[in-house]
C-alpha cells in the first residue's frame, strides 16, 4: 500500500488531512481574529472574577479609587461601570499580545508532535500483512501525549500572562496609575523575585492543564477516527452520483464533529 493511499484511512474522501495540508495563514488569521473578539468581549468578567476572589471589597471597587461603595443597588453599580467601562479592560493587552502567540504554540506543536508521533507508532506496530497500524487506539494515544505536549508548551507563555494580567486587575487606582503598566510589572516582578517571579504556579498549571489536554485530544482523535471510519457502514457509500456523495461526506464530517466535541468534553 502506498504512502498516499495509507494517509487517506479516514474515509473514502481523504479527511484525514495532514497539518502540512492546511494554510497556516487562513488558519491562524481566522482564527486570531475570533480569539480577539471573544477574549474582547469576555474579559470585563474576568476582571470581576479574579478581583472577587483576590480583594475583599466587593466587585464595585473597580470602578472606584479603590475604596469600598457603600451603595449596592444595581442601577448605581451598572452607572458606575458604564462610566469607568475602561477599568474592566485592564490586562487584556497583554493577555492579546501574549495569548495569540501561545495558541500558536499550541496548535503548531499540537498538530507537528501528533503526526509525528502517530507516524512513528504506525511503523513501530504494523500489522500483519505489513500494512501501518492506525487502530483508534494508537491514534488515540499519538492524540494524547501530543496534546499533553502542547499544554506544556503553552504553558511558557500562558503563565506569564496569566500572572500579568492578573496583577494588572487588582491594582488600586493609585498604584495602577504609578506602576500598572505591563512593561513596569514584568519589571518588579524580575526585580524582586528574578524571572521566576514571572512563573509561579506553573507547576500546577502543568498539573491541571496537561492532564486535560491529554484526555481531550486522546479521546478527540480516536474518536474521530473511529467514528469517520465506521460511519460509511452505517450510512452506506458507493454513491454513482458525485455530488450525492459529496454532500453525503460533509453530513458525515458534520455528525462526526459534533459528537467529538461533545465526547472529548464530557472525558475532559
Known amino acids: 500500500m502506498s504512502r498516499e493511499n495509507d494517509d487517506k484511512s479516514l474515509g473514502s474522501h481523504g479527511t484525514n488531512i495532514k497539518w502540512s495540508d492546511i494554510d497556516k495563514v487562513k488558519f491562524f488569521g481566522i482564527g486570531t481574529g475570533l480569539y480577539t473578539a471573544i477574549t474582547i468581549t469576555l474579559h470585563p468578567i474576568n476582571v470581576i472574577k479574579t478581583r472577587q476572589q483576590v480583594l475583599t471589597d466587593s466587585f464595585q471597587n473597580i470602578i472606584t479609587n479603590g475604596n469600598a461603595v457603600t451603595s449596592s443597588s444595581s442601577s448605581s453599580s451598572l452607572a458606575n461601570i458604564v462610566r469607568h467601562v475602561s477599568k474592566l479592560y485592564r490586562g487584556v493587552g497583554i493577555i492579546l499580545i501574549l495569548a495569540i502567540p501561545a495558541r500558536g504554540v499550541y496548535i503548531g506543536t499540537l498538530e507537528n508532535s501528533r503526526e509525528f508521533i502517530r507516524n512513528f507508532l504506525s511503523d513501530s506496530f504494523k500489522n500483519e500483512n505489513g500494512t501501518k497500524s492506525k487502530t483508534p487506539l494508537l491514534v488515540s494515544i499519538s492524540g494524547g501525549i501530543a496534546g499533553g505536549v502542547a499544554s506544556m508548551a ?35 516582578a524580575v526585580k524582586n523575585e528574578g524571572w521566576r517571579g514571572l512563573y509561579r504556579g506553573f507547576g500546577l ?17 480516536g474518536a474521530q477516527h473511529y467514528l469517520m471510519n465506521n460511519m460509511s457502514t452505517i450510512h452506506g457509500i458507493g454513491h454513482t452520483n458525485e455530488a450525492s456523495s459529496h454532500h453525503e461526506h460533509r453530513f458525515r464530517s458534520i455528525v462526526v464533529q459534533g459528537t467529538v466535541h461533545i465526547i472529548s468534553g464530557l472525558s475532559a
Not at 486587575?169 to 519589571?187: D, F, P, Q
Not at 498549571?205 to 482523535?221: I, K, Q
Request: glycine share 6%.
Open 154 to 188: 503553552a504553558q511558557t507563555l500562558a503563565v506569564p500572562m496569566d500572572i500579568i494580567s492578573q496583577k494588572q486587575m487588582v491594582m488600586n487606582e493609585k498604584l495602577y496609575a504609578e506602576s500598572g503598566s505591563a512593561i513596569n510589572v514584568i519589571s518588579n
Open 205 to 221: 498549571s502543568l498539573f491541571t492543564s496537561l492532564p486535560v489536554g491529554s484526555l481531550w485530544w486522546g479521546t478527540y482523535s
